[in-house]
């Protein structure tokens, strides 16, 4: 079973690196890489509700959260914590 | 003189005599000697940008050799036409109407539109009215993400956020405005034999603020290298009609009246001019804060969203990539 960091990873090389990882490592900054867009950003949002099946408010998508394979884990592991929205049954954080 | 005077609104003050007489020269050459053909188009929207565009194109062609385009649709604010027509009178250059809505129609632009609204505002329909918004630079506590305010029949309005299926379906069915104006003015173009003028700032320019194949189409672009505050300056110059000067800056796109500010620019013009100075001349965020009204920090977000729009534009500036090239590059 693939874990969040491999899906996330997946996700991103599908559909903004094409295929290539381009040496990306899930510390990467995804702004300061120029991966994601504001498009990108709506996209990441709507994967990780439809994957993880959390509701990311507003005021969560925010760098701190979402800049980076790494910081996203670290973001769905707090918000299974709190229980907030379920947790993922596709995949294993 | 400390710095922080030394960095004012005063770097981007030109000589607007100077610069008039630089690009009508220019525009003349470009014209009839680089482009060979007998005058020009603009596309008039009521705004500073296509007034002064098409006032040093008067000044360089002669006033008979440039058409002021008028193309409302249904969604144009009810003075855009008024004003490109008071435009064009003042100048004393001819000008024609053409509304663009039926073309629209025909393509289901505004249908499109709407059912992309409703993705995320499912109650979206019969007379109600909507527009893209992003939050303001002071506003943003992150990344900043587009979405829809809707204005019910009653008045009653609502901002929600958008999917990227809706954003891109509301994006992708307005564009059609753009390519609509940009079709009529090549139909023109064709026509009287004329270049067709481009009239983006250089914000929209390098920022990537344009449609590709609709408002970023043209054969020259006379005033891409200047700032919004210089447009400004040259309107003041050429007398363009005191109430075109006075008009903020919209995208006359929405059904819902829109400024540029809160569509794409996130902060009013001046200081976007201000901001994207500093990226362009290297100036350190803290230094060019007090002269922009901002924080250190503000400024440092700005040449963030500065960064990512121009790399988001290089797609839009790219011209058709060939697999070989051959020794002429034209289509």
Sequence with gaps: MATAAQQIRTFIEENYLFGRSDGLHDSDSFLEAGILDSTGILELIEFLGGRFHIVVTDEEVTPQNLDSIDKIVAFLQRKEGRSVCGTADEGSL | ?331
């Design chain 2, 1 to 331: 003189m400390s710095a922080a005077r030394a960095i004012s609104t005063e770097l981007l003050r030109i000589d607007a005599e100077q610069e008039t007489n630089r690009l009508v020269a220019r525009i003349r050459d470009l014209v009839f000697h680089q482009l060979r053909r007998r005058g020009a188009v603009v596309g008039v929207s009521g705004g500073i940008d296509s007034s002064v565009v098409a006032s040093l194109c008067a000044r360089a062609l002669g006033k008979d050799r440039v058409v002021a385009l008028l193309m409302p649709e249904t969604d144009s604010a009810g003075d855009s036409l008024r004003l490109g027509r008071l435009l064009a009178e003042s100048l004393s250059i001819p000008w024609a109407l053409e509304d663009i809505s039926p073309i629209l129609r025909a393509a289901r632009c505004y249908q499109r539109r709407d059912e992309a609204v409703r993705l995320v505002a499912p109650e979206y329909g019969e007379g109600y009215k909507c527009k893209i918004v992003l939050p303001g630079l002071l506003d943003a506590t992150g990344y900043s993400l587009f979405s829809v305010v809707v204005q019910a029949p009653d008045g009653a309005t609502r901002n929600v956020r958008l999917s990227a299926p809706a954003y891109l379906g509301v994006v992708a069915a307005t564009n059609f405005k753009q390519r609509a104006r940009k079709m009529m003015e090549y139909h023109y173009a064709d026509l009287l034999q004329y270049a067709v003028a481009g009239t983006p700032n250089r914000l929209e320019y390098e920022l990537g603020f344009f449609v590709k194949g609709g408002d970023g189409a043209a054969d020259f672009k006379p005033i891409a290298h200047l700032y919004k505050s210089q447009v400004f300056q040259l309107a003041r110059h050429l007398g363009i009609p005191e109430e075109i000067q006075r008009r903020p800056p919209t995208t006359d796109t929405y059904s819902l009246e829109q400024s540029q500010e809160e569509f794409y620019f996130m902060l009013p013009l001046e200081q976007m001019d201000l901001c994207l100075y500093g990226r362009d001349h290297g100036i350190a965020a803290e230094e060019l804060a007090p002269a922009a009204g901002l924080d250190a920090d503000q400024v440092a977000r700005m040449y963030g969203v500065i960064d990512a729009k121009r790399r988001a534009a290089r797609y839009l500036h790219a011209p058709p990539f060939l697999v070989e090239e051959g020794e002429t590059t034209t289509a």
